[in-house]
């Protein structure tokens, strides 16, 4: 069956880098886009990007440009997100999720990485 | 930036009564939104595409209406199962809805 397997759970301190993977089986892994999302705690959920499985194209929301890298591994059916210059409020849980380029809903979701941002 | 209201933020309702959740947008999108709903510790699950298309697998009591600015999810006959928050989400630029719990009344 077609699913999203992300990367376990993350605690860094302020300043750092994290980066979560999202590995894809049971499709074509280069037909889709992967999203990411992310939800604070008690927040609404929020776009961050997506990265085009097969050419490797990106998007960004604008709020995360210049610290959010996405890149997949087509060999490896594998989507990557990392976050850079983390802070307290960058905590939350993030969710990997298949979707389209240009626009488009998401059928499949990964069951999400909480990051915890902490001193 | 197009931004998405939902109404109301809580709903109290019982098992068995129609219930219906309000989602606007700031600008039109067509009908290019999408209804999720989400349990606790859960990831989101897709319900609605294209305002009314029903997701394979969920149930027909839950169906979608609208288009251009105001959009409606509704819940016919309200089963235990669909306890809930409840997003909307335009994918114009992806920007989604502050979430409507539905609760045990």
């Known amino acids: 069956q077609v699913q999203l397997v992300q990367s376990g759970a993350e605690v860094k301190k302020p300043g750092a880098s994290v980066k979560v993977s999202c590995k894809a089986s049971?499709?074509?892994?280069?037909?889709?886009?992967i999203h990411w999302v992310r939800q604070a705690p008690g927040q609404r959920l929020e776009w961050m990007g997506w990265?085009?499985?097969?050419?490797?194209?990106?998007k960004y929301s604008q709020k995360f440009q210049g610290r959010v890298t996405i890149t997949r591994d087509t060999s490896a059916n594998t989507a990557y997100m990392e976050l850079s210059s983390l802070r307290s409020e960058d905590t939350a849980v993030y969710y990997c999720?298949?979707?389209?380029?240009?626009?488009?809903?998401?059928?499949?979701w990964g069951k999400g990485t909480t990051v915890t941002v902490s001193s | 930036d197009i931004q998405m209201t939902q109404s109301p933020s809580t709903l109290s309702a019982s098992v068995g009564d129609r219930v219906t959740i309000t989602c606007r947008a700031s600008?039109?999108?067509?009908?290019?939104l999408a209804w999720y709903q989400q349990k606790p510790g859960r990831a989101p699950k897709l319900l609605i595409y294209?305002?009314?298309s029903l997701e394979s697998g969920v149930p027909s009591r839950f169906s979608g209406s609208g288009s251009g600015t105001e959009f409606t999810l509704t819940i016919s006959s309200l089963q235990p199962d669909d306890f809930a928050t409840y997003y909307c989400?335009?994918?114009?630029?992806?920007?989604f809805g502050q979430g409507t719990k539905v609760e045990i009344k």
């Open positions: 999720a298949r979707g389209f380029t240009g626009s488009g809903w998401y059928g499949v």
């Open positions: 989400q335009q994918y114009n630029s992806y920007s």
């Open positions: 294209k305002a009314s």
């Open positions: 600008q039109s999108i067509s009908n290019w």
């Open positions: 049971g499709y074509t892994f280069t037909t889709y886009a």
């Open positions: 990265v085009n499985g097969g050419d490797g194209h990106t």
